[in-house]
């Protein structure tokens, strides 16, 4: 299960040069959402996806704590965007990947859900939650930069993952 508390703090520790005031215009939130974060809540998934998106910074590292904390992949840009959407459609992609050769009754089986919802996902009319991208994680071994952004190395215990986080 993703630890929100780490999370956020791995957050909050890369913007320990900042005042809370600076880190909400930034993200473009309110002051009382920084303050939720810091007490309670972790960042919304948009926030932290135009952040990893605006510093390079590796999803696997953010979420996990593993690896080193920027993806050399990652270019470091601004999205155009205020708060970039996932690419349902390709995280999606790959996630239904994961389960190459079978049928969408058996996928939708070993998740415990129904084959329609399984169907929505492939057609991209809904996203993966995180609940299930995190099974995904774990059954197969795959990395979140790859799920989440098709990053390479695709699994985990590359030499990428022994590089020490920064």
Known sequence: MIDKIGVTKRFLDFHSEMTYIE??????????????WRNRDAPS???????????GISWDWLLDGQGPMVHP???KKRPRVKRPEFS?????????????GMKICEIAAELGITGSVVSEWRHGKSQVPWKRLEYAVDKFNVRWDWLIDGL????R??????????
Do not use: Q
């Open 23 to 36: 880190i909400a215009k930034e993200y473009r939130v309110s002051l009382v959402s920084v303050l939720n």
């Open 45 to 55: 998934w948009k926030t932290l996806k135009y952040f990893c998106d605006g510093h």
């Open 73 to 75: 992949a990652k270019k």
């Open 88 to 100: 349902t459609y390709r995280m999606n992609h790959r996630f239904l990947k994961l389960f190459k």
């Open 152 to 155: 390479e190395p695709k699994y």
């Open 157 to 166: 215990d590359s030499e990428y993952d022994k590089m020490p986080p920064r």
